[in-house]
């Protein structure tokens, strides 16, 4: 994950084996998921595979709660120091011995291995012949955070506000750029092989927060 911080604001830009695992659970056993969580599907495509020991019916019932935790708790990760409290899951997690632990523990490594293969490969089939490849896209990107706020404060005339802000890069079909929070954001890697589009997306929600 790259970071750009000062005593003022803090943003980084990265990917979150947790969000990357949620999403490859959905995959792979077909979830259905609430409204506000759809998503395009993992890409490269993860073949449906629902094994016997796996209870697909109470995974479905946790997963929902599950993502909106694990989008909190990432959320509360950025705010370190001794006054912040730890953020309280209160739905299924992994290590509880829940559905959802379950599920985890079979697929994981197969997750791990899915998005090791298609993101240590450089270019994504289609991306274009510029485009940085995915981790050094998060080098790239995090500087250019740091240099958008530094332009922002020179058109505004003053210090930034202070703000925390959090793009998480997702492996996902189609174009996507979801604000979670005031200071999340989920980023399709399609999106941000698109220079000029995530430049104006990333200088808005930047002049916004700043």
Not at 26 to 55: C, F, M, T, Y
Not at 68 to 76: V, Y
Not at 183 to 206: C, G, H, K, N, Y
């Amino acid at each position: 994950m790259q970071l750009e911080n000062t005593t003022s604001w803090r943003a980084s830009w990265g990917s979150e084996h947790q969000i990357d695992l949620a999403l490859y659970l959905r995959d792979v056993l077909a979830l259905s998921v609430d409204d506000g969580q759809v998503l395009p599907p993992v890409e490269p495509a993860v073949p449906v595979h629902i094994p016997p020991a796996i209870n697909r019916a109470e995974v479905q019932a946790q997963w929902s709660g599950w993502w909106t935790d694990l989008l909190t708790a990432l959320r509360g990760r950025s705010e370190p120091g001794p006054r912040t409290p730890r953020t309280r899951l209160r739905r299924p997690v992994p290590g509880d011995g829940s559905a959802i632990d379950l599920a985890v523990q079979h697929f994981a490594p197969a997750a791990s291995r899915h998005f090791a293969a298609a993101r240590g490969s450089g270019l994504r089939d289609g991306a274009p012949l510029s485009a940085p490849g995915f981790y050094r896209r998060h080098i790239l990107a995090g500087d250019r955070m740091g240099q958008l706020v530094r332009e922002t404060e020179v058109d505004l005339g003053r210090r930034a506000h202070p703000f925390r802000l959090s793009v998480i890069e997702i492996s996902v079909a189609g174009r996507i750029w979801t604000r979670t929070a005031e200071d999340q954001i989920l980023v399709s890697s399609r999106f941000a092989e698109d220079p000029p589009a995530l430049e104006a997306a990333m200088r808005a929600v930047i002049r916004e927060l700043a």
